[in-house]
């Protein structure tokens, strides 16, 4: 799909808007007609990049799916060109991070993926991971509640 035959919203006031038009400057990286990447100007690790759609909404679920599958391909590319492909015990890890709403640290309220190089335990991405005990009936309950949901 073409640019232009996309449909385009924008909004005058965002960060990442301003950006995409070239209003404000970027360190930027791979560009589709649905996408733009470029490097994260306070990174976590070196490589910290953004990718985020040529359209602006908030949250994930706020953009057309054909701006989601034009991300995860370029995603794929930088991972590449960074280096973090390679397959072994010692080689650099990454994360994909897309965060939704300010309790799960979102800042900038148009949609972006931070791909970040995880080389050591210091530097990139830190998770926290509350995870609780296996409770099979809880989960059964809820598998349930949400099937239904997805059937309606
Ligand atoms: P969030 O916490 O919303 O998921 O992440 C926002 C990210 O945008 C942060 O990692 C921050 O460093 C980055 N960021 C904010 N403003 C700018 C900017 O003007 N240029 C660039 N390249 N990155 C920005
Ligand atoms: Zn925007």
């Known amino acids: 799909m073409s640019a232009a ?5 924008h909004d005058a006031s965002c960060i990442f808007c301003k950006i995409i038009k070239g209003e404000i400057p ?7 007609p ?10 976590t690790s070196k490589g910290h990049v953004l990718i985020i759609p040529k359209y602006h909404g908030a ?8 701006y989601l599958a034009d991300i995860l391909p370029v995603t794929k590319k930088l991972v590449k060109a960074l280096n973090l492909e390679i397959d072994s015990p010692e080689g650099t890890g990454y994360n994909v991070l897309q965060n939704n709403g300010r309790i799960a ?9 931070h791909l970040i190089p995880k080389p050591d335990e210091k530097s990139g991405l830190i998770v926290g991971w509350p995870a609780e005990k296996t409770d099979f009936d809880a989960l ?3 598998h349930k509640e949400l099937l239904s949901k997805l059937e309606n």
């Open 105 to 113: 640290h979102q800042v900038v309220d148009h949609v972006h993926f």
């Open 26 to 32: 970027s360190f930027k990286l791979i560009e589709t």
């Open 5 to 9: 035959a996309a449909t385009v919203a």
């Open 59 to 66: 949250k994930l679920h706020n953009l057309p799916d054909e």
């Open 140 to 142: 059964g309950k809820f």
């Open 34 to 43: 649905l996408t733009y990447s470029f490097l994260d100007i306070e990174p």
